[in-house]
């Protein structure tokens, strides 16, 4: 991989880990990930309400699926740059580590 595809790639994982006050745009992405968790649990509870399903059920539907696809491109970067989280492995190793990551909680 030539060297500016890794300083991008660097740059994302800056942004999606947890920044810090001086990156504007890692505290944004970090302001933006709180809003969706915060949104797709209030939509998820709002549809158990079978008026409020039954007046806003497709904009609510709308809602999750925005959120859904925002977690899984976070996924998906996360996964792109888990070398830089696990910088002691060969990147295919970081990625299994971190997509097998939330069973290691469980040992």
Known sequence: MNDKWLKR???VFQIIEVGN???????????????????????????????????????????????????????????WTARFLYPGYREIRAVRKYALSFTESYK
């Open 21 to 79: 006050d001086l990156d504007f745009t890692s505290r944004a992405y970090d302001f933006a990930n709180a809003l969706a968790i915060v949104l797709n649990l209030a939509v998820s509870i709002m549809y158990t309400f079978s008026h409020i399903q039954a007046q806003y059920g497709n904009w609510l539907i709308l809602a999750e699926e925005i959120t859904v696809a925002f977690f899984a491109v976070d996924y998906v970067l996360r996964l």
């Open 9 to 11: 790639k660097r740059r």
